[in-house]
């Protein structure tokens, strides 16, 4: 079954705009145990997905580890400004990004700190994609396979760049659409938190505007359902919360063969 995080409420981002949103993970139809996090903070305009990798029950402790540093870092630098980073701030960067990045790469030293030193956790990871709001704009971050939709005018735009076997493959145009359909490593990863002691975390910059959602989801929906499915089914959802069980309920349908975890934010007009 699944396990709703949070009901759908608002917020004030900004003088002309508030954000919806809404969030739902569930196991899927093949799995035993669900290695999917998920948080939603609108206290700190901050929104998570996390996938976990490494199985009995260490996926699940990856990702619920990469939650948890990235949301007590956020807590403790709104608190105290002043506080030292684990990190330098990157001078090509903002100070929103910078904040966002610096937690990622943070909650990725935990988890390999975690794997190396205790035998059980050897192995695990994580992917993360993680959405954060502010008063200047938004920013996506994330590393491995889990997504960032923007869904506007009707149409949908993945964000993020998988950092997948199967994407490289893509990028370097050496498959054809049947190859691409039957690639036999679709599950690879080639970045993701924990695999080494640093981690490169991709963020892109982004403006919202009202009517914006913005949908984070691991690929247990990515990977069962179309973009065009994944548009139909949550502009014409009666609110977020529908949207999201329609969304869950549709890649289950189509085969639930993994965890399946989603949020929505939406921005309308005050």
């Known amino acids: 079954m699944g396990a709703w995080v949070a009901h759908e409420e608002a917020h004030q981002l900004r003088s002309i705009m508030k954000l919806k949103y809404a969030g739902l993970t569930h196991v899927g139809m093949k799995r035993t145990h669900n290695e999917d996090h998920l948080a939603l ?7 998570i997905v996390a996938d976990g990798m490494g199985g009995h029950a260490s996926g699940e402790v990856a990702s619920q580890m990469a939650v948890e540093t990235i949301t007590s870092f956020f807590r403790m630098t709104t608190r105290d400004e002043q506080v ?8 090509n960067l903002r100070y929103d990004e910078n904040r966002l990045v610096t937690a990622i790469k943070f909650s990725n030293l935990r988890i390999y700190e975690a794997a190396a030193r205790e035998g059980r956790f050897k ?29 506007r005018d009707g149409k949908i735009e993945q964000i993020t760049d998988d950092h997948s076997l199967l994407n490289d493959y893509i990028k370097a145009n050496r498959l054809t659409p049947e190859e691409i359909e039957n690639f036999p490593h679709k599950n690879v990863i080639v970045r993701a938190l924990g695999m080494k002691d640093t981690v490169q975390v991709d963020v892109n910059r982004l403006d919202p505007r009202p009517g914006d959602y913005y949908l984070l989801c691991s690929d247990g929906l990515s990977g069962m359902i179309s973009d065009d499915e994944i ?12 949207a999201c069980d329609q969304l ?20 309308v007009s005050e």
Do not use: C
């Open 231 to 242: 548009l139909e089914l949550t502009i014409n959802a009666p609110d977020l919360e529908k």
């Open 41 to 47: 903070l609108p206290e700190e305009s901050l929104y």
């Open 123 to 151: 192995g695990m990871g994580t992917t993360i994609v993680t959405a954060f709001f502010t008063q200047g704009g938004a920013y996506l971050g994330h590393v491995g396979d889990s997504r960032g939709y923007r869904l």
């Open 248 to 267: 869950v309920s549709a890649a289950n349908q189509a085969g639930g063969t993994d965890n399946i975890t989603v949020s929505l934010i939406q921005f």
């Open 84 to 91: 030292t980073w684990p990190y330098k701030e990157e001078r």
